[in-house]
Structures are given as C-alpha cells and as structure tokens.
C-alpha cells in the first residue's frame, strides 16, 4: 500500500488563480515535506511541517496538516506558468527515509 | 547554497554490467539516502546510510545493489549486474540529524538507461 497518495493527479490552472494539492497517508508521521520536481529534473525542498504544526507558510506556500485525518494540503496562491512541475508530498516517521506521494502535475497557463 | 552533486548524469550500460553511480553529498550532512524514480512513476527509497553503515534498505535493494563511502565525501551505489527494469533515474540526497527543521537535499539526479 502506498504511504502517500496525491490528490489530483493532474491540475491545470490559469496565471494568478490558486492551486491546492492534497496528500493522504497512512501511517504516523513525524514531519511531513513538500518538495517540487521540474520535467526529469532533481527534487527541491519547500517547505516541512511537523507533526505537532497545523498550518505552515513560506511565501506563496500555505501547507496544512491533519494528523487525525493523516492528511495534507498544499496550495500555491497567484500561481506562475514558472510554477509548472509536479509536487510530491513526502512523510518522515520514525525510520530514516521519507516516503513519496504519488505527486501532482501542476500545469499553469500564462 | 550546498548542493549534493551526481556523476554522471546520463549513463548507458549493456544489461549484465555493473555501473557505478556517484554522488558527492553536503559536507556537513550526516544521513545519506538513494532514491530511484521510473519513467513517470513515484519517487522511491532504495537505502538509507548513516556512521558508515546502512541503516535501512527497501526490497528493491537486493544483493545486486550495494553503497559504499569511501572517502570523506563520496557515496556511491553499485549496481552489479544491471537490468532492463534498473532503467530510471538514481537520485542522491542527504540530510542532517532527523530532518526536524530542514528537509532533504537531492541531486540532478542520473538517468541509467539499460540497453
């Protein structure tokens, strides 16, 4: 079964408008983290909440975190087409690796 | 800002050799990890290294596959004998202490195509 699983899979937007990826996991978490990917590029970190945070925000990244539903949200407001990538939520429990979603295409149009 | 370096960042290799994949992670780090990514798949652990030893494996990470530190600043995963389905890009990161506060640092990545 797969620890974390996105939602939607794909999501295309116009410049300006809001985007909100959701992630689902299963097991108990002690951070849960953002990280974004461009077309066949490296992983780059965005943002990291710890299981005892609710909500978190870095620039245009808001992140929140429901440990009793296991779940997370990532919305990026007044999106960019430079924001185009897919963003992977990733969850970190008590064993050293994180565990990857299922990831979110984000499309935005100019 | 530090970055984690990956050589080479394209490698083709016949099926049966063995390849080599470097990485050079941040030099402070402590915790080091190999990550493969399918064609369009999800981002998966292969092994976690940590004091000079692995700390955990995934069941990918069979006795095909080993790491190695063997220096101060190289971590390298050796694939033995290589298969068609090893094709995918190998992603290096490294971490410190339990990522509380800073998350993980990834290379470029290396895509290994099998032919």
């Known amino acids: 079964s797969q620890q974390g699983e996105e939602d939607p899979q794909a999501l295309s937007i116009q410049e300006g408008e809001n985007a909100t990826m959701n992630c689902s996991y299963k097991t108990s978490i002690n951070n849960l983290q953002w990280y974004r990917q461009n077309s066949g590029r490296g992983l780059v970190h965005l943002i990291l909440?710890?299981?005892?945070?609710r909500e978190k925000h870095s620039g245009r990244l808001r992140v929140t975190l429901d440990t009793s539903k296991k779940s997370s949200s990532l919305l990026i407001t007044a999106s960019r087409a430079a924001d185009t990538a897919s963003y992977f939520c990733?969850?970190?429990?008590?064993?050293?690796?994180?565990?990857f979603g299922t990831g979110t295409r984000l499309q935005v149009f100019p | 800002e530090p970055e984690v370096t990956q050589t080479p960042s394209h490698q083709v290799t016949q099926m049966g050799q063995e390849v080599i994949l470097r990485c050079v992670p941040i030099?402070?780090?402590?915790?080091f990890y190999w990550y493969r990514q399918i064609l369009g798949q999800k981002v998966e652990f292969l092994v976690s290294?940590?004091?000079?030893?692995?700390?955990?494996k995934s069941e990918i990470f069979d006795d095909q596959f080993s790491v190695e530190r063997p220096d101060g600043s190289n971590f390298t995963l050796k694939i033995r004998s290589t298969k068609l389905e090893d094709s995918a890009m190998y992603f290096c990161a490294s971490t410190r202490p339990r990522s509380l506060t800073y998350g993980y640092t990834f290379g470029s990545g290396t895509r290994l195509t099998v032919v």
């Open positions: 990733a969850t970190e429990s008590n064993t050293d690796k994180l565990i």
């Open positions: 909440i710890r299981s005892n945070e």
């Open positions: 290294f940590y004091n000079n030893e692995i700390s955990e």
């Open positions: 030099s402070n780090h402590l915790y």
